[in-house]
């Protein structure tokens, strides 16, 4: 590891202040725009959006003819003020290294997102590139990364976990039924409240159809995913608003903390407990994202 940083949640704060993006912190964000790295009028997008996350693409958005170049453009960027994450290539690759050592000595990087993440090793070996602090996203993209998705929650310096559905589903050959893609969904959110990381970011929609990403992104809460990969600005909102909770949650939550008091000071019966904790989840969760 190299200089030490400050806090994960004060610069992701900054960070998104000064990129013009919805000022959340990184570990409630719910919209994860994925920009390429080869379109750098993109990488600060228009504050009407609405992006909780935006993350620049030096992987599959980028040709291999291409890596070098695309990666010398960011740390421009990055060196005259950017901010924002980073989706950088995995482990396996040779690529993987230079991007470590082009982003380990530049300001404003927010985090990394690791692609195609298949051991906690991965995870661990990229932190010691990177300055203290710096939070990593764990992209599962195939049925090894699954299968090693405890071990990888496990690594100190996983900050969260995200899902490469397309990837996943081209590695097992499963489709993108609700119901083929239910069992990686659920493994994911299980492992990462089994290792207290914030819940997972859920892959993109790829059609422009804004009710098919509404039906997606009902899917996903449904499934206790907290957050979605975007693939255009104008995903963010409906997103947004698909996995944060509605007026009629918080009016909810509020009168069940009326009624049993925000210590339980009410509660009669241990069947009141569980409402308790989810008013006060959701009211906490409210709070944060400046929801009335």
């Keep these: 590891m190299t200089t030490t940083q400050p806090s994960q949640e004060?610069?992701?704060?900054r960070a998104a202040a000064t990129a013009g993006v919805a000022v959340v912190p990184p570990k409630l964000a719910r919209s994860w725009l994925l920009v390429p790295a080869t379109a750098p009028d993109a990488f600060t997008p228009d504050?009407?959006?609405?992006?909780?996350?935006?993350?620049?693409?030096?992987?599959d958005a980028v040709a291999a003819s291409g890596k070098k170049a695309a990666r010398e453009r960011v740390v421009e960027w990055f060196a005259n003020g950017g901010n924002a994450w980073v989706r950088i290539n995995d482990a396996?690759?040779?690529?993987?290294?230079?991007d470590l050592a082009a982003l380990s000595s530049v300001p404003g990087?927010?985090?990394?997102?690791?692609?195609?993440?298949?051991?906690?090793?991965?995870?661990?070996?990229?932190?010691?590139?990177?300055?203290?602090?710096?939070?990593?996203?764990?992209?599962?993209?195939?049925?090894?990364?699954?299968?090693?998705?405890?071990?990888?929650?496990?690594?100190?310096?996983?900050?969260?976990?995200?899902f490469g559905s397309g990837d996943f589903r081209r590695d097992t050959g499963?489709?993108?039924?609700?119901?083929?893609?239910?069992?990686?969904?659920?493994?994911?959110?299980?492992?990462?409240?089994?290792?207290?990381?914030p819940g997972p970011i859920d892959g993109p929609t790829v059609s422009a159809n804004e009710s098919i990403l509404e039906r997606d992104s009902a899917i996903s809460f449904s499934m206790g995913?907290?957050?979605?990969?975007?693939l255009h600005a104008s995903q963010a909102i409906p997103v947004n608003r698909a996995l944060s909770p509605s007026p009629a949650d918080i009016v909810w939550a509020r009168e069940v903390l009326a009624e049993l008091g925000e210590n339980g000071e009410n509660v009669k019966d241990g069947s009141d407990?569980?409402?308790?904790?989810?008013?006060?989840?959701?009211t906490a969760f409210a709070a944060a994202l400046g929801l009335s």
Aim: aromatic fraction near 4%; proline fraction near 6%.
């Design 10 to 13: 004060a610069h992701s704060t």
């Design 174 to 197: 499963m489709s993108d039924d609700p119901m083929a893609m239910a069992f990686p969904r659920a493994r994911l959110v299980i492992t990462s409240r089994a290792a207290k990381l």
């Design 47 to 59: 504050p009407a959006a609405e992006i909780d996350a935006v993350i620049i693409d030096l992987e």
């Design 92 to 98: 396996t690759t040779e690529y993987w290294a230079d």
């Design 109 to 162: 990087v927010s985090g990394i997102m690791l692609a195609k993440t298949e051991s906690g090793f991965q995870v661990d070996a990229t932190e010691d590139r990177l300055p203290d602090g710096t939070p990593i996203v764990a992209l599962i993209e195939s049925a090894m990364g699954l299968e090693a998705a405890p071990e990888i929650a496990r690594s100190d310096s996983t900050f969260r976990l995200a």
């Design 225 to 230: 995913m907290a957050g979605r990969l975007c």
């Design 273 to 282: 407990r569980p409402r308790l904790a989810k008013a006060l989840k959701v």
